[in-house]
């Protein structure tokens, strides 16, 4: 990592992993209990691990003052009748926004708040989203054959909550109906212990 000035192609398709310090990938293994049609889980991830999603971010300290960016990748491709998806996760700073700009690719950004507040956003190439503070969020790719790509930027001292969300769930998740993505309830949802 530099303290100075840095760069990084954030074209779509032009992905350099040696501008970003960090890369995380994401397989079908990390999200267990995520997926409404389990048993379709439980197949497909005998037959593959896959490759999900990945990241790509710019390395800088985790301190108030600094931004973490870089590139969110979701790959096409469906569990059952649900698309691929981020684990999802709200901010262990909650009072912490973030912005997402849709590079390439089709999907949709899920999201909703700790008071039951919920928003899906549809994300498609050009489209700025902001994220505020308090609102959980997951991408989503819901293109048949394409990589959902968006850039992200955000707080660096933010953090990550996936624990919430890998125990409730999101209120909503988005499947494929018979006239395409469709938003439904989850029906797994759990509300939180008070
Ligand atoms: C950072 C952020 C994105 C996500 C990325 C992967 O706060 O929202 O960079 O980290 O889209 O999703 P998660 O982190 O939910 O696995
Ligand atoms: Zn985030």
Same mark, same amino acid.
């Given at each position: 990592?530099?303290?100075?000035?840095?760069?990084?192609?954030?074209?779509?398709?032009?992905?350099?992993?040696?501008?970003?310090?960090?890369?995380?990938?994401?397989?079908?293994?990390?999200?267990?209990?995520?997926?409404?049609?389990?048993?379709?889980?439980?197949?497909?991830?005998?037959?593959?691990?896959?490759?999900?999603?990945?990241?790509?971010?710019?390395?800088?300290?985790?301190?108030?003052?600094?931004?973490?960016?870089?590139?969110?990748?979701?790959?096409?491709?469906?569990?059952?009748?649900?698309?691929?998806?981020?684990?999802?996760?709200?901010? +262990?700073? !909650?009072? &912490?926004?973030? $912005? /997402?700009?849709?590079?390439? @690719?089709?999907?949709?950004?899920?999201? %909703? *708040?700790?008071?039951?507040?919920?928003?899906?956003?549809?994300?498609?190439?050009?489209?700025?989203?902001?994220?505020?503070?308090?609102?959980?969020?997951?991408?989503?790719?819901?293109?048949?054959? +394409?990589? !959902?790509? &968006?850039?992200? $930027? /955000?707080?660096?001292?933010? @953090?990550?909550?996936?624990?919430?969300? %890998? *125990?409730?769930?999101?209120?909503?998740?988005?499947?494929?109906?018979?006239?395409?993505?469709?938003?439904?309830?989850?029906?797994?949802?759990?509300?939180?212990?008070?």
């Amino acid at each position: 990592m530099t303290n100075g000035p840095s760069t990084a192609l954030v074209q779509a398709g032009t992905i350099r992993p040696e501008d970003f310090g960090n890369h995380i990938t994401r397989r079908l293994s990390s999200m267990k209990g995520q997926y409404l049609d389990q048993t379709a889980y439980e197949r497909m991830l005998g037959q593959e691990d896959s490759l999900l999603y990945e990241v790509y971010e710019l390395l800088r300290p985790e301190k108030e003052g600094e931004l973490l960016s870089g590139l969110s990748i979701v790959h096409p491709g469906k569990v059952g009748n649900e698309y691929f998806m981020t684990k999802g996760h709200f901010h +262990e700073v !909650l009072e &912490t926004a973030e $912005i /997402y700009l849709c590079l390439s @690719g089709r999907g949709m950004m899920v999201m %909703e *708040t700790p008071e039951g507040d919920w928003s899906v956003k549809e994300l498609t190439p050009g489209v700025s989203l902001y994220v505020p503070p308090r609102w959980a969020h997951r991408s989503v790719n819901t293109g048949a054959s +394409e990589d !959902l790509v &968006t850039y992200f $930027i /955000y707080p660096a001292h933010a @953090g990550h909550d996936y624990g919430t969300i %890998e *125990t409730r769930g999101f209120r909503k998740l988005v499947t494929e109906g018979a006239d395409g993505p469709q938003i439904i309830d989850n029906p797994k949802w759990v509300e939180a212990a008070v």
